[in-house]
């Protein structure tokens, strides 16, 4: 289902790779022959018995890089169709991606054998360039003009989505230093003691709360936050609740 004219997504593969500083794709223009206008692209010299799987199995951690970073343009560009052919090591080493033009699909497609990286953390170099590049093309600058002309409106959309989904803070890493500065000790609740408190807001408050925003109420309810001649807010955040959890604390009043 990708629209006609693939050659305009290995083109923008290519273009999408110099913005981001990352030889990965080999130098690909467009050219006119005589079946019509598609795309070439640079010769790398290789040894076609030798694919992906062969070079992970090398266990070399300069060749581990670069596949990782493979992984990452395959991220960013919603490669659907990576195969372990697809990756080529030249003569001095370096692994470059080519059949890139199922590519840059408005919808998530990615179809890849490149998943032995999965959850590896991205180096803060590689975020720098990914930032980079996605602001140049985010703000329409020149030098994103010969990528973003290749494709239309919305798969430059979902690329910039895809571009901020990489690049969003790891949770935790805000707000767990703030919790340590400014918050007092923790207190521990029961599944019952949080079902139960699920039950009190639902029947005194008519609230619906999940379980994990009834832990501190739970707290409050049990005595173990002291409440006592204090006024002491408690905050319920959260509906996310499936009908088997919530008929289950509900069913414990009438027990």
Known sequence: ???DGLYEREIAAYE?????????????????GPHGVGSLQLFITHDPEE???????RDD???DVQLARIAVFDLTTNNADRKAGHLLLDPAGHVWGIDNGLSFHAQRKLR????DYAETELPAV?????????????????????FCARLAEREIAALLRRCDALLAPTPGDVTFPLAQKVLGPGLVVTDDEVLDAMETAFREY??????????ALAAALTGKLPVKRRAVAVVCSGGNVDHATFARALARHRA
């Open 126 to 146: 590689w975020q720098a360039d990914l930032r980079r590049a996605r602001d140049l093309v985010a703000t329409g600058d020149a030098a994103a003009a010969a």
């Open 1 to 3: 289902d990708f629209p």
């Open 51 to 57: 694919h992906y799987f062969d070079l992970r199995e």
């Open 112 to 115: 890849t054998v490149i998943w």
């Open 61 to 63: 951690e300069a060749l």
């Open 206 to 215: 008519k609230l619906v709360v999940e379980p994990g925003g009834a832990v």
């Open 16 to 32: 999408w790779a110099r913005l981001l500083g990352w030889d990965v794709v080999p130098p690909t223009v467009e050219r006119h």
